[in-house]
């Protein structure tokens, strides 16, 4: 059974700074690239970044352009989401998610090509 795991979240000022961490414990697996998705009180699950095992290519939502940034350690099978300049409407749960199969680009974006998810970690940003 793989499971991610996320950490960083926490409770920051607006204009402050975050580093979330997902790694998969369990067996060993190996994943064609990984998401960050996000889930505020109400709404849908959406869309926030995405990274690329094998070459790092990224992927990012328009509304965290510029001020998050998604990265990979391969060495230690880690991604991480570094969050710049924290908005109060980034304030959700951040859940981690892995595709384990070739996924085309524009679908990277959606929930459905990820087979595995973390238990999230909240965010949450005081104006």
């Known amino acids: 059974q793989v499971q991610l795991v996320e950490s960083g979240g926490g409770l920051v000022q607006a204009g402050g700074s975050l580093r979330l961490s997902c790694a998969p414990s369990?067996?060993?697996?190996?994943?064609?690239?990984m998401g960050w998705f996000r889930q505020a009180p109400g709404k849908e699950r959406e869309f926030v970044a995405a990274?690329?095992?094998?070459?790092?290519?990224?992927y990012y939502a328009d509304s965290v352009k510029g001020r998050f940034t998604i990265s990979r350690d391969n060495a230690k099978n880690t991604v991480y989401l570094q969050m710049n300049s924290l908005k109060p409407e980034d304030t959700a749960v951040y859940y981690c998610?892995?595709?384990?199969?070739?996924?085309?680009?524009?679908?990277?974006?959606?929930?459905?090509?990820?087979?595995?998810w973390g238990q999230g970690t909240q965010v949450t940003v005081s104006s």
């Open positions: 998610a892995a595709s384990s199969r070739w996924t085309p680009k524009s679908f990277l974006l959606r929930t459905s090509p990820y087979d595995y």
């Open positions: 369990g067996r060993p697996f190996s994943s064609y690239a």
């Open positions: 990274i690329k095992w094998s070459d790092g290519e990224t």
